[in-house]
């Protein structure tokens, strides 16, 4: 089945230290693969997209992800998490048809420490 | 820059009651989406459409129904709200077609609506 799984519900990181969000997929072909970030009360951003070409792919905010073929890996880093990065952040993969249906996970609550 | 506009931020209406959500993007997409997001489940997708009048069912289609009369907007009707769809609902669209004849089906999201039924 066509799934997305992000194993950490929540992870706390310290001011300045790297970060690392997970995320694998099920997919049938080569996928289409996104994080979004939704900061509170707020809809979706996009961070970044891979659909092709270079597997590690560079997004907003400083955040880049490396798409692993072997591992159905896309794992979202920061070198260095600043406060305002506390948000919640979601992968997704797709399209499942012509209508640019995607599946999201369920998503990654970043809290920081000052 | 692509826009996204759903028609209230806060929502709170009583059981029973029919309620409209509203959803107008600007970039002249095809396709557009309507998820309810609630805590530790994540977006699941309720309804999208891929044309005018067209519609297909998503995840959690029971008890809601949508509405696609114009290109831009996008409606998510609740025919007789229940307290167990209280919850923040989310707008999206995207193209299948773009610059260079293919797309990367990003999605954009309007702000959302948080829904409130008593």
């Known amino acids: 089945a066509q799934s997305v799984t992000q194993p950490d519900i929540h992870i706390t990181v310290s001011e300045g230290a790297s970060l690392e969000l997970r995320c694998n997929y099920s997919?049938?072909?080569?996928?289409?693969l996104f994080w979004y970030v939704q900061s509170p009360g707020q809809g979706l951003q996009l961070l970044l997209k891979?659909?092709?070409?270079?597997?590690l792919v560079q997004g907003i905010k400083g955040f880049e992800a490396e798409f692993k073929r072997s591992q159905s890996s896309f794992n979202l880093r920061k070198p260095s998490v600043h406060w305002s990065d506390a948000a919640e952040y979601f992968c997704?993969?797709?399209?499942?048809?012509?209508?640019?249906?995607?599946?999201f996970g369920q998503g990654t609550e970043l809290s920081v420490k000052p | 820059d692509v826009k996204v506009t759903q028609s209230s931020r806060y929502l709170v209406k009583r059981t029973g009651e029919k309620v409209f959500l509203e959803c107008v993007q600007d970039?002249?997409?095809?396709?557009m989406f309507w998820y309810r997001q609630d805590p530790g489940l994540g977006l699941r997708l309720i309804y999208f459409?891929?044309?005018?009048?067209?519609?297909e069912k998503g995840d959690i289609p029971e008890g809601y129904s949508v509405s696609r009369e114009k290109k831009e907007r996008f409606s998510l009707i609740l025919e007789s709200a229940s307290t167990n769809q209280t919850s923040m609902y989310l707008c999206?669209?995207?193209?299948?077609?773009?610059?260079?004849?293919?797309?990367?089906?990003?999605?954009?999201f309007g702000p959302g609506t948080r829904l409130t039924v008593t």
């Open positions: 997704a993969v797709g399209p499942y048809n012509q209508g640019g249906k995607l599946i």
């Open positions: 459409s891929y044309d005018v009048k067209m519609k």
């Open positions: 999206a669209s995207t193209s299948h077609r773009a610059s260079g004849g293919y797309s990367t089906y990003e999605q954009y």
């Open positions: 997919y049938g072909a080569t996928p289409y």
């Open positions: 891979y659909f092709s070409g270079d597997t």
């Open positions: 970039m002249d997409h095809e396709n």
